[in-house]
């Protein structure tokens, strides 16, 4: 088995999960991942979806992609461990001290910033990626093309302002 | 903390989206092709943010073109539905310049952080607490937040625009990403901690 596989195998792949996910024999309903973050914080912290009104409201969709995460999370974990053989415990991405630095508690700092920030933005936009672009753009549904935009563009007007140059 | 685990996988067997081992399916083969392509990687989406690595881009447009116009069939043939997401203006416009920020500085999203905590980074486990937290707001200030988040525009596709053109509309859209997926620059930043090599087309 090749230890990596191209975007083109890696599309074809992904469209066709989408596809099934999609369709009557599979999930009958898209792909998502952002609502799993909330959901969890609900299940960590006890909150009773009859006392916070987003709880009882993602209480479903939630638990799907809940269970559906855990599923990516083996997934990644035996291909990390048996076809790429990338596992390994490391903290700052090599990209990261080349265009930013070397510091441990700034990456630290800005991936727990960031992570929170993500999912207060994925959550205000009604989904993320997955949602808005996977699943949104291959219904050609507007509101997932108008979230792609607006990412694409934020994406790399913060990374020229957030990047040191090379 | 237990039963509410347990009240999860309850409600996937009662919901009818597939039993709880078919998500569990769906989750695994999604975690696995990412890990493959190794799009859950920091250097593919941040480096996307520095025009230093065009995998993610490429790979999305592709496979959004390819499942297009397959889900279009697939729906005219009765063998799946449309779940369309409304346009709730204001949240798309505030949540999507937010979440891009914190895209290009964390170099993941909800969808590929789990799989990057499972090759053992642990960066990415502390963004994943940072994002626990931020549903733990979001869903504290939602009362607040949904005045922000209108108007709703309502659930429109784009075929659903040019009614009686829908098939050209699918069909152009689907081979025009097609394309845009092969004209951008097949750039790739090897990272020499992975010893990685190009993967071949």
Redesign the interface.
Known sequence: MPRKISWFTGGILMALLILFTFSVWGANRPIGASTYVPYFAGVIFGLDPQHYEYMAQIEKPGAWEGVMLIGAFLGGLFMSLFVTKTFRFSVIPHLWKERKNHSVASRLFWSFVSGFVMIVGARLAGGCTSGHFLSGASQIAVSGLIFGGIVMATVIVTGRLFYKKK | ?ID??M???E??NT????S?W??????????????????????K????????DM?V????F???G???I??YF?IEA????????????G??????????????????????????????????L???????????????A??W?KQ??GPN?G?????G?FEGHAHL??LI?GIALVVV?FAIPNLE?L????H??K???
């Open positions: 903390m509410r685990i009240h999860m996988f409600i996937v919901e009818g989206h597939g709880v078919l998500v569990l399916f769906i989750g695994f083969v999604f975690g696995a092709i990412i890990q493959w392509a190794r799009v859950d990687k920091f250097e989406i941040a480096g996307f943010a520095m025009l230093e995998t881009p490429k790979m999305l592709f496979s959004i390819l499942a297009s397959g889900l697939m009765g063998w799946a539905h449309y779940h369309v997401k409304p346009i709730m203006l949240g798309i416009v505030i949540g999507g310049i937010l979440f891009g920020i914190a895209m290009a500085i964390f170099g993941k999203c909800p969808g590929t952080g789990p799989i990057s905590v499972a090759e053992g980074r642990i960066d990415v502390v963004g994943a607490i940072g994002g626990i937290f931020g549903g733990l707001f979001f869903t504290w939602y009362p937040f922000i988040m525009l659930k429109l596709t784009l075929p625009l509309v699918v859209y997926a930043y990272d020499p901690e992975d990685e090599d993967a071949e087309l």
